[in-house]
């Protein structure tokens, strides 16, 4: 069937498109049901009068220009994106040749430095970070690659009497608790496929699968006063990211044999009872308006601070702003990672300000994945670890160490103010 003899049976006359001349100037096409309002009434229907298409060529040309100045301004945002992408770039690259050929090679005499200390809040170059890091955590342990594999041979050894009994007596034998196969086997695999499941590189059949479940394992048996704690897994697998598989293990192991870590890991409810009351006294130095709406619901730190701790941030935030986190957590110790906690906190004040109980713990247990570096470590730099004249562990260090003295200080405290 011919075009014009469909038109004919539908009873609609084919309006000529408009002139080309008067689209060269539009970058922008109008959807089909935009323009609808320049077309000519079915014949059928009263035709427009003339201040009626006056009125709808008036509304379609402004419907056109408020649709090009939405696309320019879109344009000239992914500019500015693509542009600060690239000056970001540049001084990545230029911060890695210094980090190379000046700091590295000086480690010890330059660390402290506030140059250094200032490129290194800055944010690491990805190449040099794990090196960095290394250095900066230590290895108070001393462990060697070759302790590592010994740990290793003996997780595997474990894990194979595992497969070969299927009893509690037979579990006994081997000199194993029924904990620790519950730790060793079911927890770390468990949590294996839970750590960052979106890159899928650490799930089953992924490249990094293995490596994670040694690790986790080596450890297991390296520290079986701690065994395997959930959010471990998010910890080893940002170092497996950043490491090679032995000096990955040698930062983990001394990265959680520090007090703050131990603490936690160890489920050492006096030690984290006492890191709390320590987080409070700067969340009211810092956030007052805030801390106040906390306390009118009862709202306690380990609501949402033990997630934070326990996996340094990796499971709470973008990847590659936790990295920079632990840049700056590396440098400066357990003290950053209560200050990144008030820094979220600042972030979002007024948003948790019109909240009750429940809508703040949901929000803090999951934060908004649009969370950007520069807006976070903004509110982080605006956030003062002094109360008076005394820091954090000056603070700290006056908490005493058992819960029912520190709740005696606070309940204090309270009646005080």
Not at 275 to 287: D, R
Not at 396 to 408: E, L, R, V, Y
Request: hydrophobic fraction near 40%; glycine fraction near 4%; include cysteine.
């Amino acid at each position: 069937m011919q075009f014009n003899e469909y038109e004919a049976r539908i009873g609609r006359t084919c309006k000529p498109p408009l002139p080309s001349t008067r689209r060269k100037n539009f970058e922008f096409e109008p959807l089909s049901t935009t323009a609808l309002i320049l077309e000519d009434r079915p014949s059928n229907l009263p035709a427009k009068s003339v201040e009626e298409a006056l009125r709808h060529r008036q509304e379609y040309d402004e419907m056109v220009a408020e649709a090009k100045k939405r696309e320019i301004k879109e344009a000239h945002k992914r500019k500015q994106i693509m542009k600060e992408r690239f000056k970001q770039e540049e001084n990545i690259a230029s911060a890695m040749v210094i980090w190379v050929n000046e700091i590295l090679p000086n480690w010890e005499g330059m660390r402290g430095t506030r140059r250094v200390r200032e490129l290194w809040w800055q944010g690491l170059p990805p190449s040099v970070r794990g090196k960095v890091w290394s250095l900066a955590v230590g290895n108070e342990l001393n462990i060697t690659p070759e302790l590592y594999e010994i740990f290793l041979s003996r997780a595997k050894e474990r894990w194979k009497s595992f497969s070969e009994t299927s009893t509690e007596n037979d579990v006994e034998d081997v000199g194993v608790s029924v904990a620790d196969r519950e730790a060793s086997l079911e927890l770390i695999k468990l949590d294996i496929s839970r750590t960052f499941p979106s890159l899928y590189i650490f799930q089953k059949g992924g490249p990094y699968h293995d490596v994670l479940h040694s690790i986790l394992g080596a450890y297991t048996c390296y520290r079986p006063d701690v065994g395997y704690v959930q959010g471990m897994s998010f910890i080893a697998a940002v170092l497996i990211l950043n490491l090679e598989e032995a000096d990955a293990f040698i930062a983990f192991a001394n990265l959680l044999n520090k007090p703050c870590q131990l603490a936690f890991f160890r489920v050492d409810h006096s030690m984290m009872l006492k890191y709390f009351a320590t987080f409070e006294v700067f969340f009211e130095e810092n956030l007052s308006k805030l801390f106040l709406h906390f306390k009118s619901y009862s709202l306690t730190p380990d609501i949402y601070l033990i997630d934070w701790i326990f996996t340094l941030y990796s499971k709470s935030l973008p990847l590659d702003l936790a990295c920079r986190v632990w840049d700056v957590f590396c440098r400066d110790g357990e003290e950053f990672l209560f200050r990144t906690g008030l820094g979220i906190l600042r972030l979002y004040e007024d948003i948790l300000l019109q909240m009750d109980f429940i809508h703040i713990a949901q929000f803090l247990t999951k934060l908004p994945e649009d969370i950007t570096s520069e807006k976070l470590f903004s509110c982080i730099a605006a956030i003062q670890m002094q109360n008076s004249t005394k820091k954090w562990t000056q603070v700290n260090s006056f908490f005493p160490n058992s819960n029912k003295d520190i709740k005696s200080v606070l309940l204090c405290q309270t009646n005080e103010s």
